[in-house]
T-cell receptor, first 116, second 113 residues
Framework: DVKVTQSSRYLVKRTGEKVFLECVQDMDHENMFWYRQDPGLGLRLIYFSYDVKMKEKGDIPEGYSVSREKKERFSLILESASTNQTSMYLC?????FGQGNTGELFFGEGSRLTVL | AQSVTQLDSHVSVSEGTPVLLRCNYSSSYSPSLFWYVQHPNKGLQLLLKYTSAATLVKGINGFEAEFKKSETSFHLTKPSAHMSDAAEYFCVGSGGSNYKLTFGKGTLLTVNP
């Protein structure tokens, strides 16, 4: 089974702090995603990566950056956290086209961030 | 452009009664469509997917969905609700490249004893 691990399940940070959210997967998937989930808004794509050191902006990248130095790890960085970034953050993976890709995303359990 | 609309933000049913969660989509090309379930404080899990092979799709835990092109709908159903079905459900569309997924805003299903 694919395992997507978000090591920090709950975080509380102060405004202006730098925040790192880590996501690690063990199934050698090329594509990794960071979503933000807010009540009534569903999931919104922040950034995704289709290869090591490659990244593309999603629908709401402002205030965020990402890092993918190794294939299995995709980090979301909040350079200066703000209260409007209080949210649930979900990491997901997807295999490459033609390599068992059925379109199914595999999700981690989420990181709930509160910024005070 | 593609959009996915879940018509109900909250659905409440009694245990043992049918479940209907509604989803409409719009797409300029034939989409792939998915239903995911999210239990409290968990990630999303795939329930079922439509990829044009068959219009009636069966998923896990007794759920199924029917793709109706004429109505641009992909409603999720289950004949008899169980308490463990209480969760949030997301309809998701994919067209063109798979990384461009469009999520509905979610439907919270409550199951009453």
């Amino acid at each position: 089974d694919v395992k997507v691990t978000q090591s920090s399940r709950y975080l509380v940070k102060r405004t202006g702090e730098k925040v790192f959210l880590e996501c690690v997967q063990d199934m050698d998937h090329e594509n990794m995603f960071w979503y933000r989930q807010d009540p009534g808004l569903g999931l919104r794509l922040i950034y995704f990566s289709y290869d090591v050191k490659m990244k593309e902006k999603g629908d709401i990248p402002e205030g965020y950056s990402v890092s993918r130095e190794k294939k299995e790890r995709f980090s979301l960085i909040l350079e200066s956290a703000s209260t409007n970034q209080t949210s649930m953050y979900l990491c997901a993976t997807l295999p490459q086209f033609g390599q068992g890709n059925t379109g199914e995303l595999f999700f981690g359990e989420g990181s709930r961030l509160t910024v005070l | 452009a593609q959009s996915v609309t879940q018509l109900d933000s909250h659905v409440s049913v009694s245990e043992g009664t049918p479940v209907l969660l509604r989803c409409n989509y719009s797409s300029s090309y034939s989409p792939s469509l998915f239903w995911y379930v999210q239990h409290p404080n968990k990630g999303l899990q795939l329930l079922l997917k439509y990829t044009s092979a068959a219009t009636l799709v069966k998923g896990i835990n007794g759920f199924e969905a029917e793709f109706k092109k004429s109505e641009t709908s992909f409603h999720l159903t289950k004949p008899s609700a169980h308490m463990s079905d209480a969760a949030e459900y997301f309809c998701v569309g994919s067209g063109g490249s798979n990384y461009k997924l469009t999520f509905g805003k979610g439907t919270l299903l409550t199951v009453n004893p």
